[in-house]
């Protein structure tokens, strides 16, 4: 039974102004522009494009103010925005191969071609906290030495020896999660898009997961790479292709063993994540969550784990879903709840009528 | 049509690529034109590949304005742009449409080619960076092949 419940519109008009009030702050420090949350937070900027599924980072940094630093709720401001964008089509599939990398680095070739290149990295960092940037002043000046072309994948080294599984190219169009729900199981190009914009936590607790051995993967990063990409679209009224912009991108490839079957020489597998923005913590949970799922195309065993049950990864990676259903408890459940009051008091009263008797 | 340096593809990746602010010091002034299509945005779904190099997967959208112009001559332009800058777009269409008249020449100097060497700069000066952050590798002798 519903009951129409009204009221509580000046209430709401209220505590939006104090939202509004408490955003701001205190007004004798200086407002945040959105240009520089974009150019200053542009990790959380990152974050709020790959999970919010689409790349502005203005409007993600507009999103992170509007939400107060909440990146959730920024990311529920950007998923919000994008249903109201008519889709103009496809990109080309980017090439990550001619990425202008600003960080490659991997772990299994100490000297490979291109080298391994730090990049604007926080490893090597001693993680003490920095009080000069409570301070004004100038930020250094990175140094400069000979260029980083584009540089080789290293998948391409083992995959030349037939020492890792091929992956060939092919044009199919890939389903699409955001035109078709999600539909269970789900082929590994719609996996990796909703990994994509997954949860970044939640990938990285499950990720943790298989390392710590729900659900064995013995990943290697054979190589992590961040940089821009073109985004090429073909322009439908000309039939020509044009490298309209560019997205600086994620992208960690692990090697990972595999001991072979009836059919098939033991060789190298692959797990594979793309994530938008720098976020390197997020591409490599991804690319171990990737080949966690894969169990089954590759024979494996299903030991159980969360990680490798494509349900519990795949419906429950998206926090705007997940804090939908999860905070929506907090919203008016009177009528509920006053049925089970009922029932419970009933059951008591019965009780101890049972007891007298 | 005269020849220019870049083919129409490139030079409409050039306008689009090119910030909004560089665009209008450099093309200030645009001719009279009639519009096609009025800027419009929307989105692109970009792909990716699995495993870089395999089948594609959707990795998610970006913002993108488009707009259509037909010059007072006749000559008709295309944008599409990156974001969600309408004066781009159209500023954009309109230089795309001037390229297909006898002032490409003149255009491509002017306007193609400094962005053509903005975005070179551009590229090598992140390249520098990452350059000097290359690891060089000291190995040590230690006496095990003896």
Same mark, same amino acid.
């Given at each position: 039974?519903?009951?129409?419940?009204?009221?509580?519109?000046? +209430?709401?008009?209220?505590?939006?102004?104090?939202?509004?009030?408490?955003?701001?702050?205190?007004?004798?420090?200086?407002?945040? *522009?959105?240009?520089?949350?974009?150019?200053?937070?542009?990790?959380?900027?990152?974050?709020?494009?790959?999970?919010?599924?689409?790349?502005?980072?203005?409007?993600?940094?507009?999103?992170?103010?509007?939400?107060?630093?909440?990146?959730?709720?920024?990311? #529920?401001?950007?998923?919000?925005?994008?249903?109201?964008?008519?889709?103009?089509?496809?990109?080309?599939?980017?090439?990550?191969?001619?990425?202008?990398?600003?960080?490659?680095?991997?772990?299994?070739?100490?000297?490979?071609?291109?080298?391994?290149? %730090?990049?604007?990295?926080?490893?090597?960092?001693?993680?003490?906290?920095?009080?000069?940037?409570?301070?004004?002043?100038?930020?250094?000046?990175?140094?400069?030495?000979?260029?980083?072309?584009?540089?080789?994948?290293?998948?391409?080294?083992?995959?030349?020896?037939?020492?890792?599984?091929?992956?060939?190219?092919?044009?199919?169009?890939?389903?699409?999660?955001?035109?078709?729900?999600?539909?269970?199981?789900?082929?590994?190009?719609?996996?990796?898009?909703?990994?994509?914009?997954?949860?970044?936590?939640?990938? %990285?607790? %499950?990720?943790? *997961? *298989?390392?710590?051995?729900?659900?064995?993967?013995?990943?290697?990063?054979?190589?992590?790479?961040?940089?821009?990409?073109?985004?090429?679209?073909?322009?439908?009224?000309?039939?020509?292709?044009? +490298?309209?912009?560019?997205?600086?991108?994620?992208?960690?490839?692990?090697?990972?063993? #595999?001991?072979?079957?009836?059919?098939?020489?033991?060789?190298?597998?692959?797990?594979?994540?793309?994530? $938008?923005?720098? *976020?390197?913590?997020?591409?490599?949970?991804?690319?171990?969550?990737?080949?966690?799922?894969?169990?089954?195309?590759?024979?494996?065993?299903?030991?159980?784990?969360?990680?490798?049950?494509?349900?519990?990864? %795949? $419906?429950?990676?998206?926090?705007?879903?997940?804090?939908?259903?999860?905070?929506?408890?907090?919203?008016?459940?009177?009528?509920?709840?006053?049925?089970?009051?009922?029932?419970?008091?009933?059951?008591?009263?019965?009780?101890?009528?049972?007891?007298?008797? | 049509?005269?020849?220019?340096?870049?083919?129409?593809?490139?030079?409409?990746?050039?306008?689009?690529?090119?910030?909004?602010?560089?665009?209008?010091?450099?093309?200030?002034?645009?001719?009279?034109?009639?519009?096609?299509?009025?800027?419009?945005?929307?989105?692109?779904?970009?792909?990716?590949?699995? =495993?870089?190099?395999?089948?594609?997967?959707?990795?998610?959208?970006?913002?993108?304005?488009?707009?259509?112009?037909?010059?007072?001559? =006749?000559?008709?332009?295309?944008?599409?742009?990156?974001?969600?800058?309408?004066?781009?777009?159209?500023?954009?269409?309109?230089?795309?449409?001037?390229?297909?008249?006898?002032?490409?020449?003149?255009?491509?100097?002017?306007?193609?080619?400094?962005?053509?060497?903005?975005?070179?700069?551009?590229?090598?000066?992140?390249? &520098?960076?990452?350059? &000097?952050?290359?690891?060089?590798?000291?190995?040590?002798?230690?006496?095990?092949?003896?």
């Amino acid at each position: 039974m519903y009951v129409a419940v009204k009221g509580g519109e000046q +209430a709401i008009d209220n505590a939006h102004a104090w939202l509004a009030e408490s955003r701001r702050g205190d007004v004798a420090i200086p407002e945040l *522009s959105v240009a520089q949350i974009r150019e200053q937070m542009a990790l959380a900027v990152g974050r709020v494009m790959a999970e919010g599924s689409l790349y502005d980072a203005d409007l993600a940094a507009l999103a992170i103010k509007q939400a107060r630093g909440d990146l959730i709720e920024a990311i #529920f401001l950007i998923r919000a925005y994008r249903t109201t964008l008519p889709r103009f089509g496809a990109s080309r599939p980017v090439d990550t191969g001619a990425m202008a990398a600003i960080r490659r680095i991997s772990a299994t070739y100490k000297d490979l071609p291109g080298g391994q290149v %730090l990049g604007p990295t926080f490893d090597y960092t001693h993680r003490l906290l920095d009080f000069a940037l409570a301070a004004e002043g100038e930020a250094p000046v990175a140094p400069q030495a000979a260029p980083v072309g584009p540089v080789p994948r290293v998948t391409g080294f083992l995959d030349r020896e037939g020492l890792i599984e091929p992956e060939p190219a092919c044009d199919d169009p890939p389903p699409d999660l955001t035109r078709e729900p999600l539909d269970l199981p789900a082929g590994r190009a719609l996996r990796l898009q909703s990994l994509a914009r997954g949860d970044e936590g939640f990938l %990285l607790g %499950l990720a943790y *997961s *298989s390392q710590r051995g729900f659900g064995r993967t013995h990943p290697f990063v054979g190589e992590l790479r961040i940089g821009e990409v073109m985004v090429e679209v073909e322009i439908p009224e000309l039939g020509l292709c044009v +490298a309209i912009g560019a997205i600086t991108l994620t992208e960690c490839e692990t090697v990972n063993q #595999f001991t072979g079957s009836k059919t098939q020489p033991a060789q190298f597998t692959r797990g594979y994540g793309l994530v $938008m923005g720098q *976020s390197e913590r997020k591409a490599i949970a991804m690319s171990l969550v990737d080949r966690a799922l894969r169990w089954q195309e590759l024979g494996e065993e299903d030991s159980g784990a969360p990680v490798q049950d494509q349900e519990f990864v %795949l $419906m429950h990676a998206d926090n705007i879903q997940a804090t939908g259903f999860l905070e929506h408890i907090k919203l008016p459940h009177y009528v509920d709840f006053q049925s089970e009051l009922e029932l419970v008091r009933r059951l008591r009263a019965s009780a101890a009528q049972e007891a007298a008797e | 049509m005269p020849a220019t340096p870049h083919t129409r593809a490139e030079a409409m990746g050039l306008l689009a690529r090119a910030r909004p602010e560089r665009l209008a010091e450099l093309a200030p002034d645009l001719p009279g034109h009639a519009m096609l299509r009025a800027p419009e945005t929307g989105a692109v779904m970009v792909q990716g590949r699995q =495993g870089g190099t395999g089948a594609p997967f959707n990795l998610g959208e970006m913002t993108v304005t488009r707009c259509a112009v037909r010059l007072d001559c =006749g000559a008709i332009g295309h944008a599409w742009v990156q974001g969600r800058d309408k004066g781009h777009a159209r500023r954009a269409a309109v230089l795309d449409a001037l390229l297909q008249t006898d002032r490409a020449a003149e255009l491509a100097a002017t306007i193609l080619a400094p962005l053509a060497a903005d975005e070179t700069a551009r590229h090598a000066s992140q390249a &520098a960076r990452a350059g &000097a952050t290359r690891v060089e590798f000291f190995t040590m002798v230690r006496g095990e092949d003896e």
